[in-house]
Nanobody, 124 residues
Framework: QVQLVESGGGLVQTGGSLRLSCAAS?????VGWFRQAPGKEREFVAA????????YYADSVKGRFTISRDNSKNTMYLQMNSLKPEDTALYYC????????????????????WGQGTQVTVSS
């Protein structure tokens, strides 16, 4: 069992930046970020292969968000720049316990562990 704890959410103005962190209690193969706005389904944001570092992004955040990890701290990050009001959502980190042939793991059911979520609100 892997526990994930997110932090770093908050309120920011349009065009601002935030960095989310996700601390993991154990080893995983793939980790990712998802977000869910009120009344909407959970959507994929970004993913990274933990050991190799290969990344994959949703088109809506490509060029603005950067996913990374620090192996020494067992922590994953999501640097969010040029934030827009439509980025407002509850952000979740997720981890997969088994290896996959691709980093393009965009469905929630491809992940085994989830954090509690951290709120990001972008004001216009």
């Amino acid at each position: 069992q892997v526990q994930l704890v997110e932090s770093g959410g908050g309120l920011v103005q349009t065009g601002g930046s935030l960095r989310l962190s996700c601390a993991a209690s154990g080893a995983t193969f793939h980790v990712g970020w998802f977000r869910q706005a009120p009344g909407k389904e959970r959507e994929f944001v970004a993913a990274i292969h933990w050991s190799v570092g290969i990344t994959y992004y949703a088109d809506s955040v490509k060029g603005r968000f950067t996913i990374s990890r620090d192996n020494s701290k067992n922590t994953m990050y999501l640097q969010m720049n040029s934030l827009k009001p439509e980025d407002t959502a509850l952000y979740y980190c997720a981890a997969r316990k088994k290896p996959a042939v691709t980093t393009r793991l965009t469905r929630p059911d491809e992940y085994d562990y989830w954090g509690q979520g951290t709120q990001v609100t972008v004001s216009s």
